[in-house]
């Protein structure tokens, strides 16, 4: 079975600091790594993914996460953090099936 | 493009009445998935059809859920007859004809409540 774990329920940061959102799998085989955000009253939306090739994954919006096969995880981070990214991160992974797995969400406040 | 387009955005019903959903891929998609969202359970997958056929309902929670895809552009979730804990948002999404790992994309969601 395939899953993900997002050991936070919330995340605060100050405006301008660094943040980290955290995300670890479990999978057999290779797996296929994501990470999307939902706005208030909104969709998912696709932020970047981890296929295969380099661990550190640019993607939208500034964002980026590394993908640690020695432990197992794949955190978000961005260098400086925005008041408009507050919102809540879904990490997911899918393998050799083309459905995802999400984790339950980590909720971002970013206070100015 | 026009994404994954849901309706209705909000429903509000009654217990018992039927509930239709509905859901229209992104052209040239062919798997469509059907997940819900609760405070409780999180993100979970109901069902996902591959050329309109449905290949994993085992996330169904129930005989009062079905789905269809009668034709590529067009899919519906129907919860028949509805009770209070069937409240919560409905997302449909779709993913292009490509090997595994490639992007889900998500509709903006139906938000239903069941009184």
């Known amino acids: 079975a395939q899953s993900v774990a997002q050991p936070e329920d919330q995340v605060n940061v100050a405006e301008g600091n660094p943040l980290t959102v955290k995300c670890t799998y479990s999978v057999s085989g290779n797996p296929y790594l994501f990470w999307y955000v939902q706005y208030p009253n909104r969709g998912l939306q696709f932020l970047l993914k981890?296929?295969?090739?380099?661990?550190l994954v640019k993607g939208s919006y500034g964002f980026e996460a590394e993908f640690n096969k020695s432990q197992t995880s794949f955190h978000l981070k961005k260098p400086s953090a925005l008041v408009s990214d507050s919102a809540l991160y879904f990490c997911?992974?899918?393998?050799?099936?083309?459905?995802?797995?999400f984790g339950k969400g980590t909720s971002l406040l970013v206070t100015p | 493009d026009a994404g994954v387009i849901q309706s209705p955005r909000h429903e509000v019903t009654e217990m018992g009445q039927e509930v239709t959903l509905r859901c229209k891929p992104i052209s040239g998609h062919d798997y469509l998935f059907w997940y819900r969202q609760t405070m409780m359970r999180g993100l979970e997958l109901l069902i996902y059809?591959?050329?309109?056929?449905?290949?994993?309902d085992s996330g169904m929670p129930e005989d009062r859920f079905s789905a269809k895809m009668p034709n590529a552009s067009f899919s519906t979730l129907k919860i028949q007859p509805s009770e209070p804990r069937d409240s919560a948002v409905y997302f449909c999404?779709?993913?292009?004809?490509?090997?595994?790992?490639?992007?889900?994309?998500f509709g903006e969601g139906s938000w239903l409540t069941v009184v």
């Open positions: 999404a779709s993913n292009l004809p490509a090997p595994p790992g490639n992007t889900i994309y």
């Open positions: 997911a992974v899918g393998n050799s099936g083309y459905a995802l797995n």
């Open positions: 981890y296929i295969t090739g380099d661990n």
């Open positions: 059809f591959n050329n309109n056929v449905p290949i994993d």
